[in-house]
C-alpha cells in the first residue's frame, strides 16, 4: 500500500502547498461561479507577506488535489 494513496488511482500522492496570493480576497471555495468572482468561503489567513498557502496533497497523474484547510 503506497503512503498517502491518490483516492482515484492509488499511486503514493506527493505532499506540498496550493499557493494563493492574498491581493484582494484571496483563494475562497464557491458552490458556484459568480460574474466577478467574488463571494465564496475564504479557506485560510494568509501570511505577512499576503500570500495564502493550503497544505495538501497532489497526483500528478490524476491532476488530483487534496488539500486540507
Ligand atoms: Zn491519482
Known sequence: ??????PSCGKTME???LVAENFVEGARWTKVKTRFGTGGDKLV??????NQYIP??????CKLLLLFY
Open 45 to 50: 489567513p494568509p501570511d505577512a507577506l499576503g
Open 56 to 61: 495538501g496533497f497532489r497526483c500528478t497523474g
Open 15 to 17: 505532499q506540498g502547498f
Open 1 to 6: 500500500m503506497a503512503d498517502n494513496p491518490c
